[in-house]
């Protein structure tokens, strides 16, 4: 019986999923300035150059909507927008969802909904909802190896998986035909 989350299979090739457990923060992959957060809970830290501490944030507010980032702790970080408390011993507001004012020329209601989806990007990646789809090409049909060809880290979300393993069916599918692979 094997555990393996097969997607794909034809011809020597495979496409499997598995969770990613060496992902990288959204904040460290993408080293956005445009949009990003920032947090100063001691079990919850994200800190930016320059913005190191809650007192720095004044000087961001010329070319930044600011928007309080608050996080209910208690057996794991679930981040919201806004001050409101989820619980009112395991929640408070913990730093701040800065969204660059001059390249999004957001209002603050836009500002606001951007800010919503970098924290929701954010609580997928504090869950473990990240994915890895690997590509594999059978090296010895008999025993049964198989090599890694390829793959893809860091999918925040099971919804963003299928459409990556739908790709490589496709091409597989095609390079089976005998048209060119360009991988």
């Known amino acids: 019986m094997s555990d393996l989350d097969i997607r794909y299979e034809a011809a020597g090739w495979r496409v499997r999923v598995e969770p990613d457990n060496d992902a990288e923060s959204p904040d460290f992959l993408w080293e956005s300035d445009e949009s990003f957060i920032v947090s ?30 608050s996080a209910y702790i208690h057996s794991g970080v679930h981040l919201y927008t806004g001050t409101d408390k989820m619980c009112r011993w395991d929640s408070c507001q913990v730093g701040y969802v800065l969204v660059k004012k001059d390249i999004w020329l957001l209002r603050y209601a836009e500002a606001s909904e951007l800010a919503e989806r970098i924290v ?54 095609s390079f089976n035909k005998g048209e060119a692979c360009t991988t």
Request: with cysteine; proline share 4%.
């Open 120 to 173: 929701g990007i954010w609580n997928t990646y504090l869950s473990g909802d990240v994915w890895r789809v690997v590509v594999e090409k059978l090296s010895c049909s008999g025993c049964g190896t198989w090599e890694e060809h390829d793959s893809l880290s860091c999918i925040y979300g099971e919804d963003g998986v299928d459409p990556e393993v739908e790709r490589w069916a496709e091409h597989l599918a």
């Open 40 to 69: 100063f809970h001691r079990q919850f830290t994200v800190t930016r150059k320059g913005l190191g501490s809650p007192e720095d944030i004044g000087e961001w507010e010329e070319d930044y909507s600011i928007i309080p980032l």
